[in-house]
Nanobody, 115 residues
Framework: QVQLVESGGGLVQPGGSLRLSCAASGFTFSTYFMRWYRQAPGKEREFVAVVSSGGSSATYADSVKGRFTISRDDAKNMVSLQMNSLKPEDTAVYYC????????WGQGTQVTVSS
């Protein structure tokens, strides 16, 4: 069955870094665009970043541009999100999502940015 399993979340101080990973299985990973979304308490889920199939292009939300980097490893069926210069407003549950013939979602990982 299809699985997307996020890891790497946690508590970090403002200005710090975290790297989120998402392990995919059960579908043809290389043919899917991979996205990260996030949802803060009391807010709607919002787009963070997307990487194309093959990894040739990436797009970011304005709020994270220049601080976050999305990457993929098709040999390992993994997508990552490197998050630098974290701010308290980055606090949210982060979700990995696969977009292609179907759309799949992971269960999310909590990121808390606080001193």
């Amino acid at each position: 069955q299809v699985q997307l399993v996020e890891s790497g979340g946690g508590l970090v101080q403002p200005g710090g870094s975290l790297r989120l990973s998402c392990a995919a299985s059960g579908f043809t990973f290389s043919t899917y665009f991979m996205r990260w979304y996030r949802q803060a308490p009391g807010k709607e889920r919002e787009f963070v970043a997307v990487v194309s199939s093959g990894g040739s292009s990436a797009t970011y939300a304005d709020s994270v541009k220049g601080r976050f980097t999305i990457s993929r490893d098709d040999a390992k069926n993994m997508v990552s999100l490197q998050m630098n210069s974290l701010k308290p407003e980055d606090t949210a549950v982060y979700y990995c999502s696969a977009w292609g013939l179907n759309v799949y979602w992971g269960q999310g990982t909590q990121v808390t940015v606080s001193s």
